[in-house]
């Protein structure tokens, strides 16, 4: 007699997803089974449509239902498996949050500018959109906002729908930024309380729709607005941008103490302008590679991976192309998507590990309303 349903349904539930350490049938993951003589379908929903553990789901499956059929003594089935993906909410009770229909909010910070945080934020947002998911971003550096430039925003007007502002739709993400909002050619000078009152709007009067992630890029260093950001939103985690160098480890370690002195998770440090690579195709080490891979492994922390110094990066950040850094070079599009895969996981395993909670901060002197 083939393998049954059940015997298929047992198999599963042997096979442990990688990242999540559970496996398949306990993880909800398990859509749908079918078997009909010598074939079987099997339906696996993914926690993230960048899931960078599919291959290996799919090799641990058809291992698993194998050996089932070798234990049984019947021939194993054709095996198609069909992956959907659906990004998980927090598993437990959700925290109240002004922003329901957005399932995850990630803070990117840098101890200081110019380490490529804005850099990070949009290829982090699109890449994730590339993958399947539906993405915003908010550009939260009120004090420099460089994504009008880097998603090439200039000759789109900013539109406002009753009290609402519409987010920009376009490299398949929506974002929005106070550099449309204001004078692009005057300073941005912000009180404590206005920089307050600026971030809130953007973040709570921009019609997002449903989201499953929205990517928030920080003013760099340590300042109002991640304390905002962390009062205001139920936050899923932290990306820290960090170049090798040791003078910048220095401020990155102080950004991730200030998230966590928040109370906000921190999903990994991300190694930008790891390395040079030239037009001949080879690696130049120019400010010590795997110094931030370094700084994540003292603090105990994933490494989110390495992105290259690329003259292609840089370039399509000043036209505002982003999506052409990942058809180009391969060295910059695998970085780009492995930062992408890397920081989805770590969503989904704080998610599915109960570790999403909305810190209760009490900071004295902290602007309210
Ligand atoms: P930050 O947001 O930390 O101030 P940006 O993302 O604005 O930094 O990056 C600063 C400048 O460096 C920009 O011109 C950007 O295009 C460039 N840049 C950032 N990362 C890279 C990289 N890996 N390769 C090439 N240029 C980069």
Redesign the pocket.
């Known amino acids: 007699m083939p393998l049954t349903k059940e015997d298929l349904m047992d198999a599963l539930s042997r096979v442990n997803d990688p990242d999540l350490h559970k496996d398949l049938v306990t993880l909800k993951m398990v859509k749908d089974v079918r078997v009909d003589a010598d074939a079987a379908v099997i339906g696996i929903e993914l926690t993230t449509p960048a899931c960078p553990m599919k291959d290996k789901i799919r090799s641990d499956i058809e291992e698993a239902i194998a050996s089932s059929a070798r234990s049984k003594g019947v021939a194993a089935p054709r095996i198609t498996i069909e992956f959907t993906a659906r990004v998980r909410e927090s598993a437990g009770a959700r925290p109240t949050t002004p922003l329901p229909s957005v399932k995850h909010v990630i803070a990117v910070g840098?101890g200081?500018?110019?380490?490529?945080?804005?850099?990070?934020?949009?290829n982090l947002a699109v890449g994730l959109a590339r993958m399947g998911a539906s993405v915003g971003l908010l550009d939260g550096?009120i004090y420099?906002p460089?994504i009008p430039t880097?998603l090439g925003l200039d000759a789109l007007p900013a539109a406002i729908k009753g009290e609402m502002l519409v987010p920009f739709s376009v490299h398949g993400i929506k974002a929005i930024t106070i550099g449309k909002l204001v004078d692009p050619d005057k300073a941005l000078i912000w009180r404590g309380p206005m920089a307050h009152g600026a971030f809130k709007q953007l973040a709570l009067q921009t019609e997002w729709g449903a989201l499953d992630y929205l990517i928030v890029?920080l003013p760099?260093g340590t300042g109002d607005v991640p304390l905002t950001l962390a009062q205001l939103l139920p936050l899923s985690g932290a990306v820290i941008?960090c170049t090798p160098q040791r003078v910048a480890q220095d401020d990155a370690r102080r950004a991730v103490r200030m998230f966590q002195q928040l109370g906000v998770g921190v999903l990994g440090i991300v190694e930008?302008?790891?390395y040079f690579v030239g037009n001949d195709g080879v690696e130049y080490d120019l400010f010590g590679r795997g110094g931030a891979e370094a700084l994540a492994a003292t603090m105990e922390l994933p490494s989110l991976g390495a992105?290259?110094?690329?003259?292609?990066?840089?370039r399509n950040?000043?036209a505002g192309t982003p999506l052409a850094n990942f058809t180009g070079t391969a060295a910059l599009s695998q970085s780009l998507d492995d930062l992408c895969r890397r920081v989805a996981s770590q969503i989904s395993i704080a998610t599915l590990s109960g570790q999403l909670v909305q810190p209760t901060l009490s900071v004295i002197g902290a602007q309210k309303g």
């Open positions: 840098a200081k500018g110019g380490v490529g945080k804005s850099t990070v934020s949009v550096d420099g460089s880097m890029d760099p941008v930008n302008m790891s992105v290259p110094i690329h003259m292609e990066l840089r950040s000043d």
